[in-house]
């Protein structure tokens, strides 16, 4: 079977990384194409490329704000995802569930933590900065809360996100969520149906990876 290397470079914090989320199946599905999800520190990407959240870089551009708060309500309507509500704790600082994810792919339950986290953030409204709450969201997920935040500790967890992060700038990444289809870097939900594409474009012109 011809596959294409297609990356979702994801950080919880992202709004629009989970709203790529719950629409990335249905890509996945037409293409035939599996999207490895990679987790990367969206502060520590800001930091290396000099870069700032969109909600600080145009706090004071009104009708910018509105117009992406605009583009939200379409894309919701859009793919119905009715069960999506802003956080009330944004922008919350997402370093233990970032580690987190590295850690549940190390222990085998990266799939199920992935859905959990995001829909802890983006559906329930919850402070995931929290230890205490992103303890108590695992275990009602049926996961091992204990087992991934002892992890989160391991230095080589640590370091795999860390390195997850230097790799997302070394290939032109400045946000979250940014897709790479072998080299070619898309960003923001606003480009899937342009990562589609290329995907399909790639198999159809047997350019695998």
Not at 122 to 140: F, G, H, I, K, P
Not at 160 to 174: E, I
Request: glycine share 8%; with cysteine.
């Amino acid at each position: 079977m011809k596959t294409v290397n297609v990356q979702f470079l994801f950080d919880f914090g992202s709004p629009n990384a989970y709203l790529c989320h719950k629409v990335l199946p249905g890509l996945a599905s037409r293409t035939g194409q599996k999207v490895a999800y990679v987790p990367i520190l969206l502060g520590g990407l800001f930091k290396l490329t000099n870069n700032r959240s969109p909600a600080e870089a145009f706090a004071q551009v009104a009708n910018k704000r509105a117009y992406d708060a605009l583009e939200v309500r379409r894309f919701v309507a859009r793919h119905g995802l009715v069960d999506f509500k802003p956080n009330t704790f944004f922008p919350v600082n997402t370093l233990l569930i970032m580690r987190g994810a590295v850690a549940a792919g190390k222990l085998g339950c990266f799939e199920r933590y992935v859905d959990t986290v995001f829909a802890c953030m983006w559906e329930q409204s919850l402070n995931m900065a929290d230890v205490d709450v992103v303890s108590a969201s695992l275990t009602r997920a049926g996961l091992d809360a204990q087992a991934i935040l002892a992890a989160t500790r391991d230095e080589d967890v640590k370091a795999r996100l860390l390195s997850n992060t230097q790799d997302a700038h070394d290939h032109g990444a400045f946000g979250s969520p940014t897709f790479l289809v072998g080299e070619e870097i898309f960003f923001g939900k606003d480009r899937l149906r342009e990562v589609e594409e290329e995907i399909l474009s790639r198999l159809a012109n047997g350019e695998t990876s």
